[in-house]
């Protein structure tokens, strides 16, 4: 992966439902009035600001842009900031972070727009017929002969939800700040009520194999760095 250039500006992309909430408390801590939030708002349709990042950014206060960047809504980081070529994010089990979407949308109904909620009725019917929206996040386009190529020149690091502390831990010190386990809050956290069967879970494996490849590759390279 790539090494943090602070001379550069950075890109933290927060996948939902992957604790980038929990991890946006720290970089707030660490970048203070340098960092720059990329949040589409649902409720009024306004798009991201596009800030000027080569122009504000300087080594003594180093931007980072952190946000949802999704380029299927044309507010990705290719569609934004072309030039930013380092980035960061936190990747979770793809199974773990869909059955989180389900049920943070069923709690938030009613603040969600029509467009947001699914048809189906339960987990297993949701399983068996949602897109995943992970890699609609990442820098570009990838597939199953590149995204190894681009998580190497894209990504500073990439953290892994299930093991956050850790995670956190190694991005301090690649980004040259302090960093400890009190620091790490735990929030947006949705309770749970049903289970699913060994042959959903299956069938979800196999309908999302990029997802999955991404995100296991993403856990090997966290192993081995976690081991050097």
């Known amino acids: 992966m790539r090494k943090y250039d602070r001379s550069q500006p950075l890109v933290m992309i927060h996948i939902p439902k992957s604790a980038g909430t929990s991890a946006r408390v720290i970089f707030d801590n660490w970048f203070k009035e340098g960092l720059l939030t990329h949040y589409f ?11 000027d990042l080569l122009g504000m950014h300087t080594i003594q ?5 952190y946000g949802h960047f999704n380029k299927l809504r044309k507010f990705g980081v290719e569609d934004y900031y072309p030039e930013v070529k380092q980035c960061i994010t936190i990747v979770r089990n793809p199974l773990e972070l869909t059955i989180s979407r389900y ?7 009613e603040f969600m727009h029509p ?6 009725d339960t987990l297993e019917e949701f399983l ?5 929206n992970m890699l609609n996040h990442f820098p570009r386009e990838m597939n199953m002969t590149n995204y190894k190529e681009i998580i190497e020149e894209y990504f500073i690091d990439i953290g892994i939800t299930e093991y956050l502390d850790e995670s956190m831990k190694r991005i301090a010190k ?15 956290v949705t309770s749970r009520d049903q289970e699913i069967s060994a042959e959903v879970k299956e ?3 196999k309908k999302h194999e990029l997802e999955f490849a991404v995100y296991n590759y993403a856990l090997e390279r ?4 976690e081991t050097l």
């Open 174 to 188: 690649k980004l040259g700040f302090a960093y400890n386990s009190e620091m790490l809050g735990y929030l947006n």
């Open 115 to 120: 467009s947001q909620v699914p048809k189906e």
């Open 203 to 205: 069938m979800f494996i």
């Open 222 to 225: 966290h192993i081995q760095q």
């Open 41 to 51: 708002e649902g409720t009024t349709g306004k798009m991201p600001q596009k800030y």
């Open 128 to 132: 068996q017929n949602c897109d995943i």
């Open 103 to 109: 049920f943070f949308i069923k709690k938030n109904i």
């Open 61 to 65: 206060t180093p931007i980072v842009v």
